[in-house]
C-alpha cells in the first residue's frame, strides 16, 4: 500500500486533509446474539481501512477506493434508504446518517485504501464507514471522537448506514468494535443496555496465538438465512412473552425449550441463550488465564452454531476439525455463517502445524486455498495523519 494520500493527489489532483483509519475486527465468542440483545466479544484487527479525505464546501461526494478500482460522484442531496447501491453506499450512507442525527456535514472527496480481507467475515464494511466516519467528526467539527459516549453515537450513525442505505441487515457489533475496541483488549459489548468493558486479551504472554483462517468460501443463501434467523429468534421470543431471548437465563433454559412449539424454535432458542452464557463464561476464563477453559467454551460455541443455529458450513467445519486436530486447544466459525472466517486459539509451537493441516484439507477437497493470518488485539478507528 502507497498509502491512500498519495492515491488521493493521482485521484483528485490536490493533497487530502488528513488520513483516518479503521480497524476490522473479529468476534472471539458470542455469535448471532446481538440482534438478541446479548453479548458479544470482538477484538480490533490490526487490519485497516484508511480514508485520506477533503472536505468540500457543497454537497458533492466524490469517493475513489483502491480496492474497487473505480472514482464514483454522489449528490448528497440524493441519499437515502438503498441510494445509491454498490460500495458507495457504505460511504455515502454515513454522512446522510449523520445529518439524519441533525449534524451539519457537506460533502467530501474520499480515497478508501484496505488490508481488511473484504466479505471474510472480518467487517471491511463497518471498517469503512468508521473510517470516514471518523474523517467526517474531525473536519466538521462534530465531536464523535472524544469519548465513549461520542463514539457510540458514531458507531449508531454507521450502523443506520449500512442497515438503511447499504440494506444489509447487521446487529451493532461491527461498528462498536471499530469505534470503541482498545489495543490489547477484546471489548465485552453488552448490546441490551450498550455498556461495554475492556477484556484484557494477550495470549503472547502465555505463548498462545489467535489464528483466523479466511476460508474464501461464501455461500449464496447468506443473506435470506441471516434474515430468516433474526426473525425465527424474535418469533421464539414472543412465544415465549419476553421482549428478546435475553431474558431468558441458563437456568430458565430447559423451562422455556418446554414452552415452546416445536424443535426448529427449540434449537434456535438454546442456541442464543447457551452461547450468551458462555461468552460470560469466556470473560471469566480469560480474566482467570484460563485459555483451556477459552478453548472448550470454543468448541462448543462452534458445536451450537453448526448444529442448533445451522449456520456453519462445510468449508467452516473442515477449518475448525483441522485446526482442532494440529493442537488448537479449540477453534470455531466467526461472524455470520455460511462462509467467512474461523479462528483457532492455538500454542505458538502449534501454529505452523495448524496452518498447514487447514491447507491441506482444503486441498484435498478441492477447495480454493484458505488464507490464515494469526491476529492481535488492535486499537479502535483514529486520526493518522
Ligand atoms: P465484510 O464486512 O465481512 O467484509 P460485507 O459484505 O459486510 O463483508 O461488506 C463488504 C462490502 O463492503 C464490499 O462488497 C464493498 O461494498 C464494501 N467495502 C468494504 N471495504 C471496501 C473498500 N476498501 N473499498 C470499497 N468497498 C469496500
Ligand atoms: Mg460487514
Not at 192 to 210: I, K, M, Q, S, Y
Not at 332 to 340: D, I, K, Q, W, Y
Not at 350 to 367: I, N, P, Q, T, Y
Amino acid at each position: 500500500m502507497t498509502g491512500p494520500a498519495t492515491t488521493h493527489r493521482d485521484a483528485f489532483g490536490s493533497d487530502p486533509e488528513g488520513v483516518w483509519s479503521a480497524p476490522g475486527r473479529v468476534n472471539l465468542i458470542g455469535e448471532h446474539t446481538d440482534y438478541n440483545d446479548g453479548l458479544v466479544l470482538p477484538i480490533a484487527l490490526r487490519q485497516r481501512t484508511r480514508a485520506a479525505v477533503s472536505p468540500r464546501t457543497d454537497d458533492l461526494l466524490r469517493l475513489h477506493s483502491v480496492q474497487a478500482g473505480e472514482t464514483v460522484e454522489v449528490d448528497l442531496g440524493t441519499v437515502g434508504p438503498g441510494t445509491p447501491a454498490g460500495w458507495t453506499a457504505y460511504v455515502a450512507g454515513v454522512l446522510w446518517a449523520l445529518r439524519e442525527d441533525g449534524f451539519a456535514v457537506r460533502g467530501m472527496d474520499v480515497t478508501v485504501d484496505s488490508d481488511v480481507p473484504v466479505g471474510a467475515g472480518l467487517s471491511s464494511s463497518a471498517a469503512l464507514e468508521c473510517a470516514v466516519g471518523a474523517a467526517a467528526s474531525d473536519l466538521f467539527g462534530l465531536d464523535l471522537l472524544g469519548s465513549d459516549e461520542a463514539r457510540a453515537r458514531l458507531a449508531r450513525a454507521c450502523v443506520r448506514a449500512e442497515n438503511e442505505v447499504a440494506g444489509a441487515a447487521t446487529g451493532g457489533m461491527d461498528q462498536s468494535a471499530a469505534l470503541l475496541c482498545r489495543e490489547g483488549s477484546a471489548l465485552l459489548l453488552d448490546c441490551r443496555t450498550g455498556e461495554t468493558e475492556h477484556v484484557p486479551f494477550d495470549l503472547a504472554a502465555t505463548g498462545h496465538v489467535l489464528l483466523v483462517t479466511d476460508t474464501r468460501a461464501s455461500h449464496a443463501l447468506n443473506d435470506g438465512q441471516y434474515e430468516k434467523r433474526r426473525r425465527a429468534c424474535e418469533a421464539a421470543a414472543s412465544e415465549l412473552g419476553v421482549g428478546s431471548l435475553r431474558e431468558v437465563d441458563a437456568e430458565g433454559l430447559d423451562a422455556a425449550l418446554d414452552r415452546l412449539s416445536s424443535d426448529e424454535p427449540r434449537a434456535r432458542t438454546r442456541h442464543v441463550v447457551t452461547e450468551i452464557a458462555r461468552v460470560s463464561a469466556t470473560v471469566s476464563a480469560l480474566r482467570a488465564g484460563d485459555l483451556d477453559e477459552v478453548g472448550r467454551l470454543f468448541r462448543a460455541s462452534h458445536a451450537s452454531l453448526r448444529d442448533d443455529y445451522e449456520v456453519s458450513c462445510d468449508e467452516l467445519d473442515v477449518s475448525v476439525e483441522a485446526a482442532e486436530g494440529a493442537g488448537a486447544l479449540g477453534a470455531r466459525m466467526t461472524g455470520g455463517g455460511f462462509g467467512g472466517s474461523s479462528v483457532a486459539l492455538l500454542p505458538e509451537g502449534s501454529v505452523e502445524a495448524a496452518r498447514d493441516a487447514v491447507a491441506a484439507a482444503f486441498a484435498a477437497r478441492g477447495w480454493e486455498a484458505p488464507r490464515s493470518f494469526a491476529v492481535t488485539a488492535g486499537p479502535a478507528a483514529s486520526r493518522d495523519t
